[in-house]
């Protein structure tokens, strides 16, 4: 068994076009039906305004399986401690011998995350898409755009968060990085010219209305993993011309689905990975309004493991 830690971990992985490649064979196997995924175990702990999610799939045919556990402690930067965390089992398939243990602090979480956008937008965004508008300010808001521009040349960058003083930080080092970014004041004057958004809050209550989708946006939704959060308004839904997720199980329970409040989509739902292995074309002209909503799956967290062991293994 082998041990490795964050830093390590870090050095061998990247947001690059390999592990894209590796997260979206995982989605495809996923859209063909040769993943076995459970469904998230979540458990809250409200004392401590905190959250542990432990996810796991197994692709058929690859030579081994990740479990990851990941706990969310929204407290913690009060204490001086990230509020992410967690880490990964790496067993064998064939023996369920335990291969590696991967002591990475949810980095391993943060790049297959960052990467699902990048798939939802190369499928899904208009293939000029320029301008990103990021609501948000946290870790994702910055690696989402990073890994957008492995599929899109993103430029300018639109940014809006509930802290003013957290989008300005969020400006400044992101200019650094070369992009143009504008911080506004409001959400609605954030996306009035964007070509993508992403939402990356951990909000409970929709920020992101219709009358607020410009013509032919496509949207990413990443913040609403669990049953008590929520990005979008039901608009935004209905107002798509195709809306996606990674599972639709996934999304009725803790993604944007949640919004229908159990009834009947009034549109037809695609999960990403079929859409891919199928070669499905959803948007059908510069005026489509597309919607991904990402709420995270362990085939995700098995594809990534399976990389970085093999990158580890080359080092």
Same mark, same amino acid.
């Given at each position: 068994?082998?041990?490795?830690?964050?830093?390590?971990?870090?050095?061998?992985? /990247?947001?690059?076009?390999? !592990?894209?490649?590796?997260? @979206?064979?995982?989605?495809?196997?996923?859209?063909? *039906?040769?993943?076995?995924?459970?469904?998230?175990?979540?458990?809250?702990? @409200?004392?401590? &305004?905190?959250?542990?999610?432990?996810?796991?799939?197994?692709?058929? +045919?690859?030579?081994?399986?990740?479990?990851?556990? %990941?706990?969310?402690?929204?407290? &913690?930067?009060?204490?001086?401690?990230?509020?992410?965390? +967690?880490?990964?089992?790496?067993?064998?398939? /064939?023996?369920?011998?335990?291969?590696?243990?991967?002591?990475?602090?949810?980095?391993?979480?943060?790049?297959?995350?960052?990467?699902?956008?990048?798939?939802?937008?190369?499928?899904?965004?208009?293939?000029?898409?320029?301008?990103?508008?990021?609501?948000?300010? +946290?870790?994702?808001?910055?690696?989402?755009?990073?890994?957008?521009?492995?599929?899109?040349?993103?430029?300018?960058?639109?940014?809006? !968060?509930?802290?003013?003083?957290?989008?300005?930080?969020?400006?400044?080092?992101?200019?650094?990085?070369?992009?143009?970014?504008?911080? #506004?004041?409001?959400?609605?004057?954030?996306?009035?010219?964007?070509?993508?958004?992403?939402?990356?809050?951990?909000?409970? #209550?929709?920020?992101? #209305?219709?009358?607020?989708?410009?013509?032919?946006?496509?949207?990413?939704?990443? *913040?609403?993993?669990?049953?008590? /959060?929520?990005?979008?308004?039901?608009?935004?839904?209905?107002?798509?011309?195709?809306?996606?997720?990674?599972?639709?199980?996934? %999304?009725?329970? &803790?993604?944007?689905?949640?919004?229908?409040?159990?009834?009947?989509?009034?549109? /037809?739902?695609?999960?990403? *990975?079929?859409?891919?292995? @199928?070669?499905?074309?959803?948007?059908?002209?510069?005026?489509?309004?597309?919607?991904?909503?990402?709420?995270?799956? *362990?085939?995700?967290?098995?594809?990534?493991? +399976?990389?970085?062991?093999?990158?580890?293994?080359?080092?």
């Amino acid at each position: 068994m082998q041990l490795y830690h964050r830093d390590v971990i870090s050095q061998a992985v /990247k947001i690059d076009h390999d !592990a894209m490649a590796a997260v @979206e064979a995982g989605f495809v196997a996923l859209g063909r *039906g040769e993943v076995v995924q459970p469904p998230i175990l979540s458990m809250a702990i @409200e004392e401590s &305004n905190g959250e542990v999610d432990v996810k796991t799939a197994h692709i058929r +045919g690859a030579e081994r399986f990740a479990i990851k556990i %990941s706990p969310g402690f929204f407290d &913690n930067p009060k204490l001086g401690l990230p509020s992410l965390g +967690g880490l990964m089992l790496v067993f064998s398939a /064939k023996t369920g011998q335990l291969d590696a243990l991967f002591l990475d602090e949810g980095y391993l979480t943060m790049v297959r995350t960052a990467l699902a956008g990048a798939i939802a937008a190369r499928y899904l965004a208009r293939q000029d898409s320029r301008r990103v508008t990021v609501l948000g300010a +946290g870790e994702q808001a910055e690696c989402q755009v990073e890994a957008l521009c492995l599929v899109c040349d993103i430029d300018t960058i639109d940014v809006w !968060a509930r802290r003013p003083v957290a989008a300005e930080a969020y400006a400044e080092r992101m200019r650094t990085r070369g992009f143009r970014v504008e911080v #506004h004041g409001s959400v609605h004057a954030a996306c009035e010219r964007a070509d993508i958004i992403v939402t990356t809050t951990p909000s409970r #209550h929709p920020i992101l #209305h219709a009358r607020d989708l410009p013509e032919g946006v496509h949207v990413t939704a990443i *913040g609403s993993d669990s049953p008590e /959060k929520r990005e979008l308004d039901e608009s935004v839904l209905t107002r798509a011309d195709a809306f996606v997720c990674d599972t639709r199980a996934q %999304s009725e329970s &803790n993604g944007e689905l949640k919004a229908l409040g159990g009834k009947e989509a009034p549109f /037809k739902v695609h999960e990403l *990975g079929r859409v891919i292995a @199928e070669g499905q074309r959803l948007r059908l002209s510069d005026a489509t309004i597309t919607v991904c909503d990402l709420t995270g799956t *362990g085939v995700q967290d098995t594809a990534i493991a +399976g990389f970085a062991l093999s990158r580890l293994a080359d080092d």
